[in-house]
Structures are given as C-alpha cells and as structure tokens.
Nanobody, 117 residues
Framework: QVQLVESGGGLVQAGGSLRLSCAASGRTFISSVRWFRRPPGKEREFVATISWTSGITYYADSVKGRFTISRDIPKNTAYLQMDALKPEDTAVYYC???????????WGQGTQVTVSS
C-alpha cells in the first residue's frame, strides 16, 4: 500500500504561481506519479506524469510550458510547480501513483487550487 498526502493548494491571482506537493509513504516503489484535476462541474482530466525511476515527464497540452512536475526520491515526494496560472486552472488537484494506465491504484485526498481573474 502507498499513502499519498497532498499539500500546497490555495487561492492565487491570475499570473501567479503555486507549488503542490505529494508525499508518499508505505511501499517505496511508486512506479509513476501523476497529477489530475477536476475543474468545477467538469470531468477529471490528466495534467502531468513523471516516471519515478527515469524522471521522464509528460504534460497535457493545456499546461505545457507553464507547469513542471518533478520528484525528490529520498523524500518520496513529487511536486507540481504551476506558473502563469489562469482562471481555467481552477480545480481540485489530485496526486495519483503506482503502476497502471491511465491511472495507478493510489490517490491522494485532493487539494483545491483557485485562480482569480
């Protein structure tokens, strides 16, 4: 089992930045970490993913060039650096980990990000 705890959400003005954290505990083999988000009234959507071992990353087109996913292996923590935020980035952001496509079996509780115009 892997437990995921997210932090770092909040309220920010358009153009601002936030950094989300996803701390993992339990099994050390995480495989991949992904960030998803659920905008108000919409379906969950993919944001970014990183391979835990290789560090290879992949982003949704909507965040490419603005968001950066990274991981700190000794700390068992993944990050999502969000820059140049837009009101349409407003959503609950979820961390997801483990093997599997398109999602792994482990989810965090979610953290709210609100971007005001």
């Amino acid at each position: 089992q892997v437990q995921l705890v997210e932090s770092g959400g909040g309220l920010v003005q358009a153009g601002g930045s936030l950094r989300l954290s996803c701390a993992a505990s339990g099994r050390t083999f995480i495989s991949s970490v992904r960030w998803f988000r659920r905008p108000p009234g919409k379906e969950r959507e993919f944001v970014a993913t990183i391979s835990w071992t290789s560090g290879i990353t992949y982003y949704a087109d909507s965040v490419k060039g603005r968001f950066t996913i990274s991981r700190d292996i000794p700390k068992n923590t993944a990050y999502l650096q969000m820059d140049a935020l837009k009101p349409e980035d407003t959503a609950v952001y979820y961390c997801n980990a483990g093997p599997g496509v398109p999602t792994g079996p482990y989810w965090g509780q979610g953290t709210q990000v609100t971007v005001s115009s």
